[in-house]
Structures are given as structure tokens and as C-alpha cells.
């Protein structure tokens, strides 16, 4: 208890201090998160001139397709928020020696990451997922009981944590190579699949996405289960498990990687 | 003009080598920076499949692949990231270094990028447009690649480029004046995926925004080639659109030159 203490209250000074870096750059950070918000509503625009030409896109309604849109940018925009330091691992900070400080501090390394930022681009992606799904929320007739509704919230947050997961994977490889910016790149640029039904994608794409960079899982099989309540084992039990695998591997990783880093700075 | 090109091609050449010594790198960028074009192809496949006709607001199937794969790799051989150098090179104030050689700052930039260029072309681009025409023939069972409208193609990506490299050098030139540009360029780079048609084709966008998007120079940027590739351009229309790649090229140069001196002006060196 008293540990747990301990870090919020540093968390809230770690945020104090990024705030106030952001304070510096305002105008510059607030165009970085139009820059979210308008890159996702290109592809809202573009599921709109698909809608005007035809009814339905392997089987599913214009309404449809934009919920599950909208859904699958609330957990991307949630882990954007809270642990987008990551990305920073990946491409510079290991790379330019300035990884050591994490190591001399008397708290865990990956906590110490992940707290010191607090990415506010993410509010372009989480406002407008939230706006989305909100939106569409009559038009598909979502109707949730109060054990729904929670595990609703509860399957948002276990998704976040498949992103976290993967991006906490694919930075710890720069512990060993020093930069690894571009596989987490690679690895977190195939969400863009999560985000449209996996029944439009060929055998090989959707088993990827579903077994081993289980983006379908932040998106489509969840919202598709608030929308048809079929196959909850699978849909909503398949978000927890892996998330939960992804977690615990990423965090193996982590610690494997920092048995085996190597300062590079001078 | 001989003088010249010896001052310059070390840039190049510096370029070149550069890519090379980051291949890998540059490489697995490319890779996840196109993954997307995979989702897009996935989705047309079943817009297709949905429409039962085999046109979707006057493209083909096969043209809608085409346009999706080309898209991505002349966005990759247009886009011109030198200003990211030239706001580091201001923030730390090594761009003094390049000021007080006699070398012209704009080409030095510009002679550098071309050798990355070069690299992606032969690299990727080639390889890519051949994969396309194969895809093309085994679509179709006839080759359709036609020389002329490829060189057509080649010279309107040239247009495009330069059009481009203005456009940043503008757009760098901004970080004298605001210190700090990431979000700027983070903002630059989802607009310029709407303006420059490379997502969504212009032509799927109502009338009068049409004529707008075609007439501004972000569609001169990638739009125009790709169109030229695929052949959706007749022999009048591919003679307009360069014509209008060549205004902008212009107007966009001395754009590039008066932000330039007002900028110079401003300069503050930050440390260095």
C-alpha cells in the first residue's frame, strides 16, 4: 500500500514536470494532436465514399464498420497516452547512452519509463473513438446490461494492454541492438488491420492478427461481440489472454534485457 | 554548369552513401510505413466483392490495386524530409556551418536528397513496378506497360519531387521563426495525405473540391504521376498536369527564396 502510494505520488510529479516541458511547446503539441485526429478522420472520410457506392462491406453496415472503427482507437489511444516513452527507447534514448539514469534510480526501470510521459497527442485518437463509438451507439442497437457494460470498460483496458504489451516487447530489443525503433514500427503500424472486420483479409493476415501480433483482438472480436453477444469465451476471454501472455513475455524481455545492456553512451 | 555539378555531386554522392550505411534501417522502415497499403488492398478486394461491378466510381479493380502499391512508393521517392535536418541544424546552430560556405544552402540540401533517391528508386521503386506489371499481365494476359507514358511517369515524379522539396524547404525555413516544428510536421503529414490524393483518390472527392485539390500543388506532388502510370490521364490531360507540375515548381522556388530572406534575418543561433 505504502509502495503503491509511493508511486502515484511520484507519477504525479514525474507528470508535473512533463507538463511543464509541454508548456514550452504548446502551440507545437497541439498541432501534434490535430495531427491524430485528422489522420484518423481521413479514413473516416474514406469509409464514407465507400458507403455511398455500396450497402454493406463483407456483410456488415456502414453504422457497423464505424463502430468498430471508433472502438479500436480507444485502447491504441489509451496506451498512446500513458506509455508512448517507449517509442523513445526503441529509437534514442539506449542508442544515446541516456538509458543508464533509469538504472541508478531507486525504482523499476520499466515503471520509471513509462511514468515520466504523458503523451497528450493521444486525446486526437481517444476523443474521436469515443466520439464514434457514441455516436453509433443507437444505430446498432447496443443495448448493454450492467455486467456488460463493465465488461465493456474492463475489455477496453485489457486491449490497451495487448499495445503495451508488443510495444514493450519490441522496444526491450533495443536493450540488445541499441535501436529498435523500426520493428516497433513494424509490429505497431499492424494495428492498421484491427481496425476493419478480419473476415475481408486472406487465411495468413487474419491468423496473424489474431495469434501472433493479436491486434484483432484490441478491436474487431471484442466489438464484435457487443454487437452480435455471440461467442464470448473467444472474443472478449481471447482480449484477456492475450493481453495477459503479452504482459508477462514483455515484461520477461524487459528484465532479460536489462540483465544483458550494455551502456553505449561515453 | 560543369563547375557547378563538381560542387554538388559530393552531396550526392554523400547521399548515396549514407543510405547505403543505413539500408536496413531504412529498409524495416519502409516495411512498416507500407503495411497499410496491404489493409487498403484487402478493402478494395471487398468493396469489389460487395459492388457485384467490376467499377468503382470509374476505377477497375486492377487500377485500384495499382493505385494503392504506386501511391505508397512515389510518396516514399516525393517526400522530401530534408527540412527535419535543416530544423535540427537551427536548433543546434550547425546550420551556420552551412551558411558560411559558398555553396548555395538550398542545393546543397537538394543534391544530398537526391542520392537517397537514387537508392530508393533502383532499390525498391523498380522492383515494385515490376512486381506490378507482372501482377498487370497476370490480371490481364496482355502487357500494358507502354515506355513513353513511363517516361511520362518518370518525368512528372521529378516535377513532383522538386514541387515537394520547395514546399519543405518553406516549411523548414519555419523553424527559424518557432524553434520547434514536431507537431508541425506531424500535422503537415496528415494533411498531405488527404491533399495529395495519395490515400483517397482525388477523383472520388465531389466536384468543385476536385477541382480545387487538382489545381493546388500537393495533387502535383503524387497524384499527377500515378495517374500517368495507370494510364487515367489522355494525351491532353497529361499535358496540362505537367504544365501545371512546371508553375509550381516555380512559384514555389521563389516562395522558397523570399521566406528565406526574411528568415535569414531572424536568425538566432541557438548555442553552437
Redesign the interface.
Known sequence: MKQIRRILRLYRIFIGQHLKRLME?K??????????L??QL?NI??IN??FS??????GWRYEEIVFIYGFSLIPKGLDHLLTDNLWKVGWFIVRKGDFDKYLTRPINPLLHVIMEEFQV?AFGELLLGIVLVSMMWQKVNMHLSFIEAVLFVGVILFAALIYTGLKIISSAIALWIK?SG??M??V???N??A??PTT???GL?RSIITYILPFAFTAYYPALYFLTKKDPLFNLGGTVIASIILFAVGYKVWCRGLKAYESAGS | MKKKLKIYLPFTRAGIQRMMAYRMNFSLFFIGESLYCFVMYFLWQAIFNANHTERFMGFTRLEMVLFVFLSNIITFLVNSDMMEDLGTEIKDGSIIMRMIKPINLDFSFLFMELGTKIVILIGIGLPIVLGLEIYRYCMTGCILFDIGRFLLFLLSTILGYWISFYLNLCFGFMAFFFNNIWGFSMLKQALLKFLTGSMIPIAFMPALLQKVLNLLPFASMSYTPVMIYIGKYDRLQILQSIGLQLIWVIIIYGLSRAIWKIATDHLTVQGG
Open positions: 511547446y502551440v507545437d503539441f497541439l498541432a501534434g494532436a490535430i495531427a491524430f485528422l489522420g481521413i472520410l474514406f465514399i465507400i457506392q455500396i450497402p454493406t462491406l463483407a497527442d535501436q523500426q520493428i514500427q513494424i505497431y503500424m499492424s492498421d488491420f481496425k476493419y475481408i483479409y486472406n493476415i
